[in-house]
């Protein structure tokens, strides 16, 4: 049988998670305005998605880029690609461990800086488009 202690415990859970619920149906109401200009504009976010470079473009094993899911992440993204910041735009794209791999390939090659630009181009250029890594910042938010 519950003791009225356990009984005030729940009760006060609840109404935590009653305020929390309602907290959060708040936060999410008052971003609705910034929801409806981006929508009057045709602002969607993009789908990220994965694109594998195999054997066909020297990889093997493959190395698999990815396009970053939350805003955060695209947001760094962003940033890298406007400073022309390669190391970093490729690390966010293919992970740091596939980067030293990358970097290790094309070290010994003379143009290996050359390689590793047209290497984050052609990835941004797959996910966005082609031109989208022509000039710096050519990320999801020059391409909308």
């Known amino acids: 049988m519950p003791t ?3 009984r005030t415990t729940r009760r006060a ?3 935590r998670a009653a305020a929390k619920d309602k907290d959060r149906a708040e936060a999410i109401e008052r971003f609705d305005d910034f929801r409806r200009r981006a929508a009057s504009v045709g602002v969607t976010k993009k789908s990220g998605g994965e694109l594998v470079l195999g054997a066909e473009h020297g990889f093997e094993p493959p ?4 396009w970053p899911e939350s805003l955060a992440a695209r947001t760094k993204l962003d940033i890298a690609t ?10 966010i794209l293919i992970g740091p461990a596939q980067l030293l791999r990358v970097a290790e390939m094309f070290d010994p090659l003379p143009d290996a800086d050359a390689l590793l630009t047209g290497l984050t181009m052609y990835i941004i250029e797959k996910f966005l488009g082609p031109g989208a890594g022509d000039v710096p910042g050519g990320t999801q938010a020059s391409s909308t």
């Open 4 to 6: 009225s202690q356990n």
């Open 63 to 66: 190395i698999t880029a990815r």
């Open 82 to 91: 406007e400073y022309g910041d390669i190391g970093t735009t490729l690390r």
């Open 13 to 15: 859970t609840t109404k």
